[in-house]
T-cell receptor
Framework: GDSVTQMEGPVTLSEEAFLTINCTYT??????LFWYVQYPGEGLQLLLK?????DKGSNKGFEATYRKETTSFHLEKGSVQVSDSAVYFC???????????FGTGTRLTIIP | DADVTQTPRNRITKTGKRIMLECSQT?????MYWYRQDPGLGLRLIYY???????NKGEISDGYSVSRQAQAKFSLSLESAIPNQTALYFC?????????????FGPGTRLLVL
């Protein structure tokens, strides 16, 4: 079945550092890929998505590129802020599989 | 006002008790989902519904039941709660076809079973 593997945390960075959170997937066909973010005390919200190979999703300074050749969708941001502290989930959906499959989440803490 | 609301936000109950978690949405979406979140395990799907007459089991449905009372309401019940059902529960909605799902999540219900 489909699965998502993401970088284990927790990750702690200083403000303005460069961020990468790795995500790889296993799926048949052509899944859609997502990054969701969960701020403290809140539900998940969509951060960005990509629905086909080589697409780049971007939002709030975050980017991720759908790489079918490496089955990856790594999340990057050039300069993180304290307000980016949250848990980040990589996820996918696949045609015929009517649900989101999530990775285990990566907790990110940014220190001033 | 929030588009997806969950009640209660926090609940403590005892082993063997019946408990219901409620979810309401104002987004007009047909699809609704219940997940549980456990540390180190991400989110796992319990049940999902594509309309009022369509209910489907997810990957961890044992010990749970659901009711889709209306398009806007989707309730999750634990008939006889047990301690390993202690978790954070999320309701979500979507209106997109499979393969391009963007789901909208409620704020969660934190459940503790003693």
């Amino acid at each position: 079945g489909d699965s998502v593997t993401q970088m284990e945390g927790p990750v702690t960075l200083s403000e303005e550092a460069f961020l990468t959170i790795n995500c790889t997937y296993t799926a048949t066909g052509y899944p859609s890929l997502f990054w969701y973010v969960q701020y403290p005390g809140e539900g998940l919200q969509l951060l960005l998505k990509a629905t086909k190979a080589d697409d780049k999703g971007s939002n709030k300074g975050f980017e991720a590129t759908y790489r079918k050749e490496t089955t990856s969708f790594h999340l990057e941001k050039g300069s993180v802020q304290v307000s980016d502290s949250a848990v980040y989930f990589c996820a996918l959906t696949n045609f015929g599989n009517e649900k989101l499959t999530f990775g285990t989440g990566t907790r990110l803490t940014i220190i001033p | 006002d929030a588009d997806v609301t969950q009640t209660p936000r926090n609940r403590i109950t005892k082993t063997g008790k019946r408990i219901m978690l409620e979810c309401s949405q104002t987004k007009g979406h047909d699809r609704m989902y219940w997940y549980r979140q456990d540390p180190g395990l991400g989110l796992r799907l319990i049940y999902y519904s594509f309309d009022v007459k369509d209910i489907n089991k997810g990957e961890i449905s044992d010990g749970y039941s659901v009711s889709r009372q209306a398009q806007a309401k989707f309730s999750l019940s634990l008939e006889s709660a047990i301690p390993n059902q202690t978790a954070l529960y999320f309701c979500a909605t979507s209106d997109q076809p499979s393969g391009q799902e963007t789901q909208y999540f409620g704020p969660g219900t934190r459940l503790l079973v003693l």
